[in-house]
């Protein structure tokens, strides 16, 4: 089987697809959900395998771009535990499992191997797969509908700009500091016009924000 061109839609789309469509059901599998989370990522990873570029970047990150996506990452993830707690929630964007390992895993060895896999999924898995589509697919896809692939990494307008963050937001519970991580994410696109940049700064946000929510026990967010 042949892999899609670099260029192709279901390199950014059907991973994502796939991921929202696994996520919406983790709540029929709740009483069983270390194992669904671990078939999830085991297939959104394969996924992202398989619709992998066909000829990806031969350069590398610059370390300006890089540092610049570390330092994003680590304040939103401050912004994330500062401003959602004074945020009102709305009840149509659903909530997360608050899934705490420490008291729904008895055996040592099983919580640990939980808590690896869940920090795979949100360092390694969740930022390319978000990144690629909403900062590699669908800012490109709403700035020109006609053609995609003629819009350059870092260009967009105003109308994608507002539809990223809208669909960003609208996708998590913690919708209001959702849209600020997507405004800061599709300004870091727009200043390194590289989307690994985008994936790193949202792998550190990630990072941080799980230890953030092992640390002080605050589940809310897992």
């Not at 994003?72 to 705490?100: C, I, Q, S």
């Not at 920090?119 to 969740?126: I, K, S, T």
């Not at 819009?151 to 967009?156: I, K, L, T």
Request: charged fraction near 15%; charge should be positive.
């Amino acid at each position: 089987m042949s892999r899609p061109s670099n260029q192709s839609w279901l390199h950014y789309v059907v991973p994502f697809a796939l991921f929202i469509l696994l996520t919406s059901l983790e709540s029929f599998f709740s009483a069983h959900y270390p194992a669904f989370y671990a078939f999830k990522i085991a297939v959104v990873a394969a996924t992202l395998l398989i619709f992998r570029p066909a000829d990806p970047p031969t350069d590398k990150l610059s370390v300006k771009n890089a540092l610049l996506a570390i330092v994003v990452g680590a304040v939103m993830t401050g912004v994330w535990v500062t401003v959602d707690p004074l945020t009102h929630h709305f009840d149509f964007l659903g909530k997360r499992e608050e899934y705490n390992p420490f008291t729904k895993i008895g055996d040592v060895n099983g919580r640990s191997a939980f808590l690896a896999i869940r920090f795979l999924g949100l360092v390694a898995v969740v930022p390319l797969i978000e990144e690629l589509f909403y900062r590699g697919f669908l800012l490109r896809f709403v700035t020109d509908m006609d053609n995609f692939r003629r819009v350059p990494p870092g260009v967009f307008n105003a109308t994608a700009l507002a539809v990223n963050i809208l669909l960003f937001a609208f996708s998590h519970p913690e919708w209001l500091v959702a849209a600020i991580f997507s405004a800061a994410m599709c300004g870091l696109m727009w200043k390194t016009k590289d989307l690994r940049a985008c994936v790193l700064a949202h792998a550190v946000c990630n990072l941080l924000l799980g230890i953030y929510v092992v640390h002080f026990n605050a589940w809310k967010y897992w």
